[in-house]
């Protein structure tokens, strides 16, 4: 079992810029969030995918839109980049079928907008 | 609101020791309470689940407990190496929906 995994590992954009980052479940997992980690603070809930829709959001902009695919991977794409949105970005796994739907994380993307 | 918070930021030890970190929460309605690790740059690895019916859980040198009523968790660590160096993360989730509310973290040095 290969966990979580997200693509890419890192990542350069420049301001006003477009970027999609990418997340694959763990396997049996159906259900999708990703979070926001800014330097030295604690993950941000961005928003959960389940049955390809949205189902929850935090408190981000317009900007931030993702997507759930049939096969249970999500992309979260960010619009005209911002520097605020520099950031390490990590998808969370999980099951509506488990006991406790414990949410398992990836490696994270580490954005940098310059 | 939820708001969860880790006192201290950061704490160094000498190799060996027992240690605890501490997480408090405003809001005593959980469904459960999660400790994570996380090494710098990487991502985060659970380490403990705590449902809201539990007083503790333990995994090896690990020992997490949780008081709701005063909206508290610690989490033990005993006999501490170097290895336990990295940010320790707790976070809670609401009942009705999976939204983790994570602390800041606490950076733990363990010092050979």
């Known amino acids: 079992d290969a966990g979580v995994t997200q693509s890419p590992t890192h990542l350069i954009k420049t301001r006003g810029q477009q970027v999609t980052l990418r997340c694959s479940p763990k396997?049996?997992?159906?259900?999708v969030s990703w979070y926001q980690q800014a330097l030295g603070q604690g993950p941000q809930f961005i928003f959960q995918?389940?049955?390809?829709?949205?189902?929850q959001r935090g408190n981000f902009p317009d900007r931030f839109s993702g997507h759930q695919f049939p096969n249970y991977s999500s992309e979260l794409n960010v619009n005209a980049l911002l520097l605020g949105d520099s950031a390490l970005y990590l998808c969370?796994?999980?099951?509506?079928?488990?006991?406790?739907?414990?949410?398992?994380f990836g490696p994270g993307t580490r954005l940098t907008v310059l | 609101k939820q708001e969860v918070t880790q006192i201290p930021a950061a704490l160094s030890v000498p190799e060996g020791e027992n240690l605890v970190l501490n997480c408090s929460f405003t809001?005593?309605?959980?469904?459960?309470l999660q400790w994570f690790r996380q090494d710098p740059g990487k991502g985060l690895t659970s380490l403990l689940l705590?449902?809201?019916?539990?007083r503790e859980q333990t995994s090896g040198r690990l020992n997490a407990s949780l008081d709701k009523s005063s909206g508290r968790s610690t989490l033990y660590i005993a006999a501490s190496q170097p290895g336990d160096s990295a940010t320790y993360l707790c976070?809670?989730?609401?009942?009705?929906?999976?939204?983790?509310?994570f602390g800041t973290g606490t950076r733990l040095t363990i010092i050979p």
């Open positions: 969370a796994s999980s099951s509506r079928q488990g006991p406790y739907n414990e949410q398992f």
């Open positions: 396997s049996g997992h159906d259900t």
């Open positions: 995918y389940y049955e390809e829709e949205e189902r």
């Open positions: 809001d005593s309605a959980i469904y459960n």
């Open positions: 705590i449902q809201s019916s539990q």
């Open positions: 976070a809670v989730r609401p009942f009705g929906n999976e939204k983790l509310t």
